[in-house]
């Protein structure tokens, strides 16, 4: 079971989910247009984009909350 993760701003546009010291999620982009990054994500798969950090967020979180 996941013990917890923690959330890291890097800079403007760069935001890291992190989890036992190793990056699982990357957002990246910028108002309007942000994108999220699994990472073991393939070039040829579909990205999630969204407008928003917090709908990043929410989508992140209920792929990693739920019981």
């Not at 990246?28 to 393939?42: C, D, Q």
């Amino acid at each position: 079971m996941m013990q917890g993760f923690q959330i890291v701003h890097r800079n403007y546009g760069h935001w890291d989910v992190i989890q036992n010291y190793k990056r699982i999620y990357r957002i990246r982009g910028a108002s309007g247009a942000y994108f999220i990054l699994p990472e073991n994500f393939k070039q040829d798969e579909p990205r999630q984009n969204l407008k928003t950090v917090s709908a990043c967020m929410s989508w992140i979180c209920d792929n990693l909350m739920y019981e």
